[in-house]
T-cell receptor
């Protein structure tokens, strides 16, 4: 069945460091791919999305490119801030109105 | 910006009791979902609801669970005869249904604690 795998956390970085959180997926066809973020005590917020191969999603300095050949959707940010500390979830959806399938989440902690 | 709202934020219930978790989806959305997240684990899909009926459900969503959209605005998840392992954060989500335009929007969740 479909699945999403993320790198294990926690990831601890210093402020202004470069961030990469790896995400790979297994799915037939061409799913849409998402990154959601969960700040402490809050729900899941959409961070960015990509709906077809080679699409780049971007928001708030975060980027991820849909790589069909490597079935990946890695999240990157050039310079993280303390306020980026949160849990990041990679997810896929295969069809209209379809369920989201999540990775296990990666906790990011950014130190000043 | 419109948002999905969930109540209560925290529910404590004795094992064996029934519990109803409530959600108000975004008003012009057509698809509604429940997910759960057991502490320290991944977010898991429970059920999706469209056109007043269940469109998909997971293996977790057994006869103990039911969903309802009683009045055109609320969307509820009922758990009958709760078990200890039902303790989790339950998230409601809603969406237009076309993932290419707008993905699912989530509420802040209800933390369910079964004693």
């Amino acid at each position: 069945g479909d699945s999403v795998t993320q790198m294990e956390g926690p990831v601890t970085l210093s402020e202004e460091a470069f961030l990469t959180i790896n995400c790979t997926y297994t799915a037939t066809g061409y799913p849409s791919l998402f990154w959601y973020v969960q700040y402490p005590g809050e729900g899941l917020q959409l961070l960015l999305k990509a709906t077809k191969a080679d699409d780049k999603g971007s928001n708030k300095g975060f980027e991820a490119t849909y790589r069909k050949e490597t079935t990946s959707f890695h999240l990157e940010k050039g310079s993280v801030q303390v306020s980026d500390s949160a849990v990041y979830f990679c997810a896929l959806s295969r069809n209209q109105g379809g369920k989201l399938i999540f990775g296990q989440g990666t906790e990011l902690s950014v130190k000043p | 910006e419109p948002e999905v709202t969930q109540t209560p934020s925290h529910q404590v219930t004795q094992m064996g009791q029934e519990v109803i978790l409530r959600c108000v989806p975004i008003s012009n959305h057509l698809y509604f979902y429940w997910y759960r997240q057991i502490l320290g684990q991944k977010v898991e899909f429970l059920v999706s609801f469209y056109n007043n009926e269940i469109s998909e459900k997971s293996e977790i969503f057994d006869d103990q669970f039911s969903v309802e959209r009683p009045d055109g605005s609320n969307f509820t998840l009922k758990i009958r005869s709760t078990k200890l392992e039902d303790s989790a954060m339950y998230f409601c989500a809603s969406g237009h249904g076309d993932r290419r335009i707008e993905p699912q929007h989530f509420g802040d969740g209800t933390r369910l604690s079964i004693l």
